[in-house]
């Protein structure tokens, strides 16, 4: 009987070193992250892309031997990961991380509203790749199975991850980091937290890394082409539309309105029209209205073909890329002006003579998708509204317009801007647009929200 109590008592210590004495319950140290440097600019970043390469079939951790464990001598299955590693709890955890630690983050996954404007706000994204994974995991229960504690284990990750600048189109840096995690009690979904602390630990480590730092806070040597350096950096954003007061009127060298008709100058008109944006986040039009003293250019777009970003990147027609900063915004009016880094091929004159109903006018944009920039259509004046949901003037016409038209000219016959492509009419019971139904915005009263003054000095 005593030697049946001697082996019963190494069993059970058997048990609790199998499990209990397996993993450190002390915390996994997280290193000391830096304060961002005093004159820093923080380029905003968010997470865009969240990827497991880990070949399937092939174990990516273990239940280790114990009494107290309910899966002994097991492996855990890759296909297991899929369950733990989501882009939205990736995501989550990449925000609040990288949020505490003092970067500008976009991408709030808890934001309701306008989350596609939080979106493009974003000038760098962020793709991580879990190339290694191993955890360590017990199922635990008590007395014999009768009670469930939880899951705990510990768990090694280790993950690349790549910059890549939506301005530029070009990777900007690349890098590796590991993170640990250890959860010593059992927890209910023990396994989700493990994989959130370990996933955190690599984020941590990120944060800490010289050369994304250097990259994020836009130090001299990370400065690319049309990047500014720390201290030159121009005023910018108007927080809300009755603030672009606060700034005084900006008078911009503009062009003088064309008698010729469009037919004969729709090159020249053309080449004045951009795209805005990219396909990571979404596109838009724009066009070019005057000339800077210090070799810039002025361009007209929606405020919500912007965003909330500081920076867009400008796509002329000849596919040349330019950096454009936003410099005021109208949210209610739905209009924002951008100042850009270099001149403009052409330049729109504004027509101050008010529009005629039924009269001709051709709208320039990029429509669907970047390869049809420059598209250009024609309709006729429909009407003169109020929009539903601000009350603010509007041009009706049944011009063909699609989702990427946002932002850019509504000419008349002679290609002089007459408004601003706004938005299509939605149908409230199918959700979907009623192409012909289109609004857009008087430029001459998009100019006196911007409190813009076009003063024509050339031809």
């Known amino acids: 009987m005593q030697r049946c109590i001697r082996i019963s008592v190494v069993l059970v210590g058997l048990g609790l070193s199998g499990c209990y004495g397996l993993f450190d319950p002390r915390p996994v140290p997280f290193p000391d992250i830096p304060p961002p440097p005093v004159d820093a600019r923080l380029t905003s970043f968010r997470l865009d892309s969240f990827q497991t390469r880990l070949r399937r079939g092939n174990p990516v951790g273990e239940f280790p031997f114990s009494l107290f464990c309910y899966r002994m001598f097991g492996h855990v299955p890759r296909e297991m990961i899929d369950g733990l590693f989501s882009f939205e709890q990736a995501n989550a955890v990449f925000y609040d991380t990288m949020l505490n630690a003092g970067f500008d983050v976009a991408g709030d996954p808890r934001r309701l509203f306008d989350a596609g404007d939080e979106r493009l706000r974003a000038e760098l994204l962020i793709q991580a790749d879990v190339v290694d994974l191993y955890m360590v995991l017990c199922d635990t229960r008590l007395f014999f199975g009768n009670f469930y504690e939880g899951m705990r284990g510990e768990a090694d990750i280790r993950i690349n991850w790549t910059v890549y600048s939506r301005l530029h189109r070009q990777i900007l840096y690349r890098t590796t980091t590991s993170g640990r995690a250890t959860v010593a009690q059992g927890q209910f ?31 001299p040597d990370y400065i690319g082409p049309g990047l500014i350096p720390p201290g030159a950096r121009p005023p910018i954003l108007a927080p809300g539309y009755e603030s672009a007061e606060l700034f005084g009127t900006i008078r911009i060298a503009g062009r003088r309105v064309r008698r010729a008709d469009l037919e004969r100058s729709a090159r020249w008109v053309r080449a004045a029209t951009v795209s805005i944006g990219d396909r990571s986040a979404g596109f838009g039009s724009g066009f070019f209205i005057g000339e800077a003293p210090d070799g810039g250019s002025w361009l007209l777009t929606n405020n919500h073909v912007v965003g909330d970003a500081e920076r867009v990147r400008i796509r002329l027609q000849e596919r040349r890329a330019l950096l454009g900063h936003v410099v005021r915004r109208d949210p209610r009016r739905d209009v924002a002006l951008v100042k850009v880094e270099g001149r403009a091929p052409s330049i729109l004159a504004i027509r101050r003579r008010r529009l005629d109903l039924s009269e001709t006018v051709f709208a320039i944009g990029t429509p669907i998708r970047e390869g049809l920039r420059g598209t250009i ?83």
């Open 377 to 459: 259509t024609r309709g006729s004046v429909s009407g003169f509204r109020r929009a539903l949901d601000t009350g603010l003037p509007v041009i009706q016409s049944d011009v063909l317009v699609y989702s990427g038209n946002s932002g850019g000219p509504l000419l008349d016959s002679t290609g002089n801007v007459v408004g601003i492509t706004a938005a299509v009419v939605m149908d409230g019971r199918t959700g979907l647009p009623r192409y012909g139904l289109n609004l857009f915005i008087p430029i001459l009263d998009a100019l006196d929200r911007l409190n813009v003054e076009i003063v024509p000095v050339g031809e």
């Open 189 to 219: 979904e023990g396994d989700f937290l493990l994989a959130e602390l370990a996933l955190a630990s690599a984020i941590e480590r990120l944060a800490g890394d010289e050369g994304f730092r250097n990259v994020v806070f836009n130090t």
